[in-house]
Structure formats: structure tokens, C-alpha cells
């Protein structure tokens, strides 16, 4: 997506993290080291299929072993590259310090078109790559833990899992080896939405502050804030989703790899998302306007953009033309170090990347310790909590009733009330504690030190101070 005058995605990540190293004091040598990526292994492989033996080429790289395991997604495009993989593995680093989740960074990648194979074909792919993988510890739940990205998702999960277990018999947490997995098999309620729902509660988070939102140029709350998507993948569907439904967010653009559909009265991203499904892209949508080169929605009017899908689809091309006075970055890197200079001198804010889409992680976090404990979050304590709640509620009643009163329980009010916390509930309350937590430590450097003025340098400085300080408890 990028011109070629710019730097790659490594590069540009090595940018953005110098910018914020430069205000830390820290020695040089940590500095380089905290820098690099520690490790990328790449393997081919080759699988009989269609009566062909075809080479895949894969890689899995680590950046920081600071906190072990690992973690970081298995991503399947075609597009895959070292460079790509070891920008996402750095992000992985930082953006688990930022929400505190006990991990290094990692990602891994196939280079692959998902769309090009049928499924007991993927099937035989996946669990081939995830051998190539465990049999060097690069899937495994005290080293590395893999997780779902863009091509990737439950089922590629539950393979892995198998895989890994059946290489790995007698390990009683090997369900921990990889995160995302289908609930029914040792993944945990909400891990699907997590990505997106974590954007929500960013989004929230930074609209608690109208100071903050008034450096954005904005003011008031998300109700009918114009949203621009780009891509409607699992992050960008569950994000639009639930900021039209809850927030009142008008999701007036939505761009996709087939063309964009513009609708200012808003767009139901649902009945979009459905047609997607069917149709494999937008083409044809009945309702809005179709769009066929998607990109140009990017530079829509609009109060807030939201590229979820790929890297770099903000760029030194069009970032003097994007509109948007505040960018909630739900993919890895899509505004690219030049084009994040760009939209900074024109006062645009960008809630940056590290923090905005690490949703995911911190659900797959708690479904990492859900796997390692064995238990389900929430099945000792909602019976309990019911009964404690119901005691209220009774002696409520009895007082009201003694004393001649006659007040009236709303009923909605009791049913809320009498419902203890099950596992989704949870770990909603997880994420959004997490995020409202992550967002007051960037927020607290972002304002009160004169050389921060921007919300990525904020949340890589606390990231590189927190890897910095794990470093040096460890004597290095
Ligand atoms: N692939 C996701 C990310 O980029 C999730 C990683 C994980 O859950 O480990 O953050």
C-alpha cells in the first residue's frame, strides 16, 4: 500500500519507536537491544495436495523475550513478509506492556491465499506449518502462545491446538499453546469480539475527557459522531457494529478490497456485513453508494476514521488529503510514520495502534490463565453472588412491606440486580477495566510532560519504560 519514497513497515515502526526513546534515559546498549527483534524463523514446507507437492513458505518471529511466553498472532496472506513480521512482533512488545499483559512480543505469518484452498486443504497446511512450529518451541504455552490474525481465526486455532497436543500428549496445559479457540474447545466467551469491543471501550475511554476530545477539535459524546471504516473483517465489523448500536455512532463509509459503499444517512453494518458474506465484498450492495476505488473514503469528511484491516492505508500519498480529526488506529500500523508527521501538523489525533486494537490480546491474556487454571471465569462465584444479591432484594421487600410503605422493586431492576456475573460478562469487565487503565497512563505522560505531544509517543514511552524496567530486573 505504501509509495515507494517511504520507508517499509519495520522501518517505520523504528521511527516511531525512536521518537519516544530519544525522551527516555536510557543507556544506549538497552536502547538497541529493547530495538531489535531477537529471532525470526522462517520454514518451507512442502504438503501433497491435488496431487502436487506445493512449498509454503512461513515465518515466526520474536521480538522480545523481556516476559515469557511470547505473543502475537498467525497471520495468512499472500502479502506475508520477514519485514512485516517482525514490525507486527514489535508491535506485540510494546502493545502488551501498554495493557500490562505478562508477555513478549511475537507474530507469525504464512504466505498464503486462504481463499484459494478448500478447507480440509487449510486444514492439512495449518497443522503441517503448526508442527514445523512446536517441534522448535515456537508454539508452545510457557514460550509462545499464537493467536488468531488477519486470515486466521478459530478454526486455524483448533488445529493448532490439536496439533500440538497430539505432538505433546502428556502436557495437561497444552489447550494453552494458542489462544482464540472455539469455546467448545478451550477458548473463552468473547474472544471473537474482543479486537473490536476494545476499540469501543478506547473510543469511550477517550470521550470521558472533553479536554481530550477538544484537541481533537471535536466535542460532546459518540452519539452521532460520522464514523469512516476501512474493512469490515472481524476488528472493523465488531467495532462499527457496536458503536452504531450502542454508542450511536453513523457509520457513514465503509471501504473494502472490492470498493467502498458511502451512505451519510448511515450504514447497517450487519445487513452489510451479511451481504459481504454472501457475495465475498460489497459490489452490488443495494443500499448507499458504491464506490469502486474504496480507498478514496479514507478521505471522506467525517469525525472519526477507523482503519481496521491492513498496514500502511494511510500513507504520504494521501495523509495531506485524509479529513478525519481523530483516527482510531484498529489495525497494525496503518498510518505510516510519514503519514502520522503529516496528519500531526495538521492537529489530528491518532489513538495509536498499541493501545487501540489490544483487545485482543487481552482477552486472549484471559484465555491463556482460564486454560492454565482449568476453570471456567466466573464458576465459583455467580451462584454465590446470586444468593448474596437475593438477600438484598428480600430484605428490601420485607421493609417495604413492614413497613406499610409499599415501595416497588422496578422489575428490571431486580433482574439486573439478581443476575451474577457469568464468563462473558467477565471478561468484558476484564477488557474494560483494562482499557480505561492503559488509555490513564498514556494520558497522564501525554499531559503533563511538555515534550510528549502526541498520544503514540505517550503509549510507546510507557510500553519501552515497562519493557526497560523488566529488562533491568533481570540484571541486563
Ligand atoms: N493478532 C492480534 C494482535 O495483533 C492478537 C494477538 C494475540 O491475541 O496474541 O494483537
Not at 266 to 292: A, M
Request: charged share 25%; proline share 4%.
Amino acid at each position: 500500500m505504501q509509495t515507494q519514497k517511504e520507508p517499509g513497515f519495520r522501518e517505520s515502526v523504528n521511527l516511531m519507536f525512536n521518537r519516544a526513546v530519544t525522551l527516555l534515559d536510557l543507556p544506549q546498549g538497552l536502547e538497541e537491544k529493547i530495538r531489535v527483534c531477537n529471532a525470526t524463523y522462517t520454514v518451507r514446507f512442502g504438503v501433497r495436495l491435488r496431487g502436487d507437492i506445493h512449498t509454503f513458505k512461513g515465518y515466526r518471529s520474536v521480538h522480545s523475550e523481556h516476559m515469557e511466553p511470547v505473543k502475537g498472532g498467525i497471520r495468512y496472506a499472500t502479502s506475508v513478509n520477514q519485514q512485516e513480521v517482525e514490525a507486527l512482533a514489535a508491535l506485540m512488545t510494546f502493545k502488551c506492556a501498554l495493557v500490562e499483559a505478562p508477555f513478549g512480543g511475537s507474530k507469525g505469518g504464512l504466505c498464503i491465499d486462504p481463499r484459494e484452498w478448500e478447507e480440509h486443504e487449510l486444514e492439512q497446511i495449518t497443522r503441517r506449518f503448526a508442527y514445523e512450529l512446536v517441534k522448535r518451541d515456537l508454539i508452545s504455552p510457557s514460550q509462545n502462545v499464537p493467536a488468531p490474525d488477519m486470515g486466521t481465526g478459530e478454526r486455524e486455532m483448533s488445529w493448532i491446538a490439536d496439533t500440538y497436543q497430539r505432538m505433546n500428549t502428556t502436557d495437561i496445559n497444552g489447550k494453552a499453546c494458542v489462544t482464540g479457540k472455539p469455546v467448545t474447545n478451550g477458548g473463552i466467551q468473547g474472544r471473537v469480539e474482543a479486537t473490536g469491543r476494545g476499540v469501543q471501550y478506547a473510543l469511550q475511554e477517550f470521550f470521558r475527557y472533553p479536554e481530550d476530545v477538544a484537541k481533537a477539535g471535536l466535542s460532546g459524546t459518540l452519539d452521532g459522531k460520522r464514523v469512516v471504516v476501512q474493512g469490515l473483517g472481524n476488528v472493523g465489523y465488531h467495532a462499527a457494529k457496536f458503536l452504531s448500536e450502542e454508542d450511536g455512532c453513523k457509520i457513514i463509509a465503509v471501504a473494502e478490497w472490492d470498493g467502498g459503499i458511502h451512505d451519510p444517512k448511515g450504514i447497517d453494518v450487519q445487513d452489510l456485513r451479511d451481504w459481504i458474506s454472501k457475495h465475498r465484498g460489497v459490489k452490488g450492495y443495494p443500499n448507499g453508494t458504491y464506490v469502486e476505488n474504496g480507498m478514496v473514503l479514507i478521505e471522506e469528511e467525517c469525525d472519526i476514521l477507523l482503519p481496521a484491516a491492513i498496514e500502511g492505508v494511510v500513507n504520504a500519498e494521501n495523509a495531506a488529503r485524509v479529513k478525519a480529526p481523530l483516527i482510531i488506529e484498529a489495525a497494525n500500523g496503518p498510518v505510516t510514520a510519514k503519514a502520522d508527521e503529516i496528519l500531526r501538523q495538521k492537529g489530528a489525533v491518532i489513538i495509536p495502534d498499541l493501545y487501540a486494537n489490544a483487545g485482543g490480546v487481552t482477552v486472549s491474556y484471559f484465555e491463556w490463565v482460564k486454560n492454565l487454571s482449568h476453570i471456567r471465569f466466573g464458576r465459583m462465584q455467580r451462584r454465590q453472588e446470586e444468593a448474596r444479591h437475593q438477600l438484598v432484594v428480600d430484605e428490601l421487600e420485607r421493609l417495604s412491606a413492614d413497613s406499610g410503605i409499599g415501595w416497588q422493586l422496578s422489575p428490571n431492576f431486580k433482574d439486573k440486580y439478581l443476575r451474577g456475573a457469568g464468563e462473558l460478562e467477565l471478561v468484558r469487565s476484564g477488557l474494560d477495566d483494562t482499557m480505561r487503565t492503559a488509555y490513564q497512563s498514556m494520558r497522564e505522560v501525554w499531559h503533563s510532560r511538555s515534550d510528549v505531544d502526541d498520544l503514540r509517543v505517550a503509549a510507546y514511552l510507557v510500553g519501552i519504560a515497562r519493557v526497560a524496567q523488566s529488562y533491568g530486573t533481570k540484571g541486563l
